[in-house]
């Protein structure tokens, strides 16, 4: 099966290759060259829907999960890969390559679930920066969902500034994060000896049901299917030189920009469980597993001031954070299945008015129980749509008539097959169980 249509409108035409790559000079200034795109990638696998799932796993069952968090972290670093090849090598994002290889019906199905994960995610977003400001300065929660309407705002302003301008800021927020974690980690003094030695998997976490059952939380949680689609497009924001060796080159780079910037994903996913082990687990608040619980207790059960506020405050840079990318994804998945262009504002309006209208409504209705059980179900239906992105990228990289020389090498397609077959299992589980 081969590409349809050899020419294609680049993604993101306003921002297309607007970010040179020295054509000479050393490895570090061609790689801070590339730097950007696996930040704001990264910024999906710290979202606020993983912290219910690491809050939970940690307070429940201390330090054993943090394997699950590691090998998440390993499967979305290899999905990345595949993603941003795809980009490089065909000049396609993953939208744009299911438009071309699939018939017309398949691909308006294909985006109509991708809208619904989008606006999934970005339900997340909203409750989680609703908390976030409910937390910091006891504004009402559906206050607090109206109040990120505004981010539609900022975010049009700061991407007239060029794009570099959004890597910057996303860059500022995840060190905020990291900064407001690493605090926390220094207060709640975890067992270093303890943390080392669950990074490898535990018998008991398949045996142990309830274990399970947050493991694969973790996992599905983890991996979001919105980023396949935007890794493959702004990795195209780089004007590199579009022969075999310039991809060549450009894959490299922007793969050790991915992998890096994944590696702070995986500290922040992972000191959101230590903290909620070395905080909770080994106090006897083993039944914490929501945002609200886990602000209010930090404070006393580690008798210091400020550890609550900091963890306030990283919640809110998460999810303000991953506004900025999923709202750009959201213009991606349009632009690349429909080759719709709508005026970003508008765009950006639509996406966030379908997060914000049942963020809202349950807010009213049911106050702070009703948004813990909305972040769940986000997760939920991120989890149903992740299949439909994982298998058409896993075909797509390993097909020599669209990739070329860079099509996936047979280890690497088997191993790709597989953590797509673990992923969707886990995740067919998961629902499966949450609608029993």
Request: proline share 4%; hydrophobic share 55%.
């Amino acid at each position: 099966m081969t590409w349809k249509n050899k020419e294609i409108t680049p993604s993101l035409p306003e921002v297309y290759a607007s970010i040179n790559v020295p054509k000479t000079g050393s490895f570090w200034r061609k790689l801070w060259a590339f730097t950007g795109p696996g930040l704001m990638v990264a910024v999906g696998y710290m979202d606020p829907g993983n912290w219910a799932t690491d809050i939970a796993g940690g307070a429940k069952f201390g330090y054993t999960l943090l394997s699950v968090i590691l090998i998440s972290n390993l499967f979305a670093m290899l999905l990345q890969h595949l993603s941003l090849k795809l980009g490089i090598a065909t000049g396609k994002d993953l939208a744009q390559a299911c438009r071309d290889a699939y018939s017309k019906p398949t691909a308006i199905a294909l985006w109509v679930l991708c809208e619904v994960a989008i606006a999934a995610c970005d339900l997340a977003e909203v409750i989680g920066s609703a908390i976030a400001l409910n937390l910091l300065f006891g504004m009402p929660l559906s206050v607090g969902v109206l109040v990120t309407v505004l981010d539609v705002l900022v975010l049009l302003y700061f991407q007239g500034k060029g794009f570099r301008m959004l890597e910057s800021i996303v860059a500022g927020l995840i060190v905020m994060i990291f900064l407001c974690f690493a605090y926390e980690i220094a207060v709640s003094q975890p067992s270093i000896r303890l943390i080392m030695g669950n990074l490898l998997p535990k018998p008991e976490i398949i045996t142990n049901p309830d274990m399970l059952y947050v493991a694969i939380g973790i996992l599905g949680a983890t991996v979001m299917p919105h980023n396949l689609y935007l890794h493959s497009s702004i990795v195209q924001t780089r004007n590199f030189d579009k022969t075999t060796e310039g991809k060549r080159l450009a894959i490299k780079f922007a793969t050790i920009d991915s992998t890096i910037s994944l590696a702070f994903a995986f500290f922040i996913n992972a000191a959101i469980l230590i903290v909620s082990a070395a905080s909770f687990h080994t106090s006897g608040n083993q039944n914490v597993a929501d945002i609200h619980d886990a602000y209010h207790l930090l404070d006393p059960v580690l008798g210091v001031k400020f550890a609550g506020i900091f963890f306030a405050v990283a919640l809110l840079a998460s999810g303000q954070n991953s506004t900025l990318t999923g709202t750009l994804a959201g213009q991606i998945v349009m632009e690349g299945f429909l080759n719709l262009r709508l005026k970003p504002w508008i765009r950006r309006l639509i996406t966030r008015l379908l997060a914000v209208i049942p963020a809202l409504i349950v807010t009213l209705i049911y106050g702070e129980k009703g948004t813990g059980e909305l972040l769940v179900l986000s997760q939920v239906i991120l989890s149903l749509q992740l299949s439909f992105a994982v298998v058409p990228l896993v075909v797509f990289t390993g097909s020599k008539n669209k990739m070329g020389e860079f099509a996936n090498s047979k280890t690497t397609q088997i191993i790709a097959w597989v953590v797509s077959i673990i992923i969707i299992v886990f995740n067919l589980y998961l629902l499966w169980d949450t609608f029993r």
